[in-house]
């Protein structure tokens, strides 16, 4: 895989746009990776770029409340700033010298987003899975998802089908682990009804709070409060 300093890197994407062109919110402070609000920008363009060869990665953090908790705001920037490195590092690193490029995209907390092109699924699988192992080392443990794109795909529909993948490969809740099909229909349909009457609500962030009403977590009660 190529370094980000390509056509693809959002900062060759600014380069090439018209100097009056609004760049406020486009890279992330924290970590110095472009944000959500740069991908909602170029994505149409990067579709007709690769002819729609792209590969999105949904990545998402597995202990960030707990070093929060522990250590403190302070350290938990720290934290995040360490699985950015991490990541780009990670997503770097090409053994097999196969041609095509990526971008990490900070969205927000301990969760990333990366798009690769000139990707199939075995290709963005091994990339992700290579990225799980290297973040492990660095005692941050992640959980991934991965979407191709297909023609006619939006880009919040191309995150959500990541986030699906990701939600089922999180710790003990994969595919395989759910020991009946009935269990499994039923985890997908009580996502799907909350789904439904909160648009726009990632299912990662459905299944914790579906997860706090089923084991009467006293957080919601307060976070309710509020409210």
């Known amino acids: ?9 959002p900062q060759n994407q600014e380069k090439a746009e018209n100097k009056n062109t609004p760049t406020e919110n486009m890279i ?8 959500k609000l740069w991908l909602d920008t170029h994505f ?13 990665v949904f990545v998402d953090g597995d202990n960030m409340k707990d070093v929060n908790d522990v250590y403190g705001h ?3 920037d720290a934290y995040i700033k360490n699985m950015a490195e991490a990541l780009r590092d990670s997503f770097r690193t090409s053994p097999d010298e196969r041609k095509g490029d990526h971008v990490v995209i900070h969205t927000s907390g301990d969760e990333f987003l990366v798009l690769l092109t ?6 963005a699988d091994i ?8 973040l492990d080392e660095i005692g941050a443990p992640i959980s991934t ?5 297909h023609n006619g795909l939006t880009l919040n529909e191309l995150i959500q089908e990541a986030d699906k993948n990701m939600y089922f490969n999180k710790g003990g809740r994969t595919i395989e682990k759910l020991e009946t099909n009935d269990e499994l229909t039923e985890a997908i349909g009580v996502l799907s009804d909350l789904k439904e009457k909160l648009p726009g609500v990632s299912l990662r962030t459905l299944a914790t709070l579906q997860r706090m009403v089923d084991e009467n977590d006293p957080r919601l009660a307060e976070a309710l409060k509020k409210d």
């Open 74 to 76: 302070v350290e938990g």
């Open 127 to 134: 990339a992700a899975n290579r990225a799980k192992r290297n």
């Open 118 to 123: 000139d990707v199939d699924k075995s290709d």
């Open 145 to 149: 998802g991965v979407a191709l794109y």
């Open 1 to 9: 895989m190529t370094t980000p300093e390509t056509s693809f890197s």
């Open 28 to 35: 992330d402070e924290k970590t110095g990776l472009p944000t």
């Open 44 to 56: 149409d363009t990067l579709v007709e770029a690769t002819e729609g060869k792209l590969a999105l």
